[in-house]
Nanobody, 127 residues
Framework: QVQLLESGGGLVQAGDSLRLSCAASGRTFGNYAMGWFRQAPGKERESIAAISRNSGKTYYADSVKGRFTISRDNAKKMVYLQMNSLKPEDTAVYYC????????????????????WGQGTQVTVSS
């Protein structure tokens, strides 16, 4: 089992940057594909970035491609989301997610596939 705790959210202006962090507990962090999802008011939770167990494969939603970067440090049990050139439409609650997988290359991109969720961190981008 793993517990996830996000941090780094806040209120920023359009064009600013933020770095979200997700700290994981448990001894088997390396067995999880990790991802970041977000949910805006009145909208469904969506996958925006994901990374495989070995960091060899990443996924980005078209809406964030080229602006966001996901990374992980298995030794520190951390996942990061570097967000640059933020836009008002990036305003949402951001969730860290973990998916158990035997594959080193799988990425977690669907809510149904997620095994564990963090509690979320609010990101608000003003225009």
């Amino acid at each position: 089992q793993v517990q996830l705790l996000e941090s780094g959210g806040g209120l920023v202006q359009a064009g600013d940057s933020l770095r979200l962090s997700c700290a994981a507990s448990g001894r088997t962090f390396g067995n999880y594909a990790m991802g970041w999802f977000r949910q805006a008011p009145g909208k469904e939770r969506e996958s925006i970035a994901a990374i495989s167990r070995n960091s060899g494969k990443t996924y980005y939603a078209d809406s964030v491609k080229g602006r966001f970067t996901i990374s992980r440090d298995n030794a520190k049990k951390m996942v990061y989301l570097q967000m640059n050139s933020l836009k008002p439409e990036d305003t949402a609650v951001y969730y860290c997610a973990a998916q158990i997988t035997v594959s080193l290359w799988s990425v977690a991109t669907t809510t149904n596939g997620v095994d564990y969720w963090g509690q979320g961190t609010q990101v608000t981008v003003s225009s």
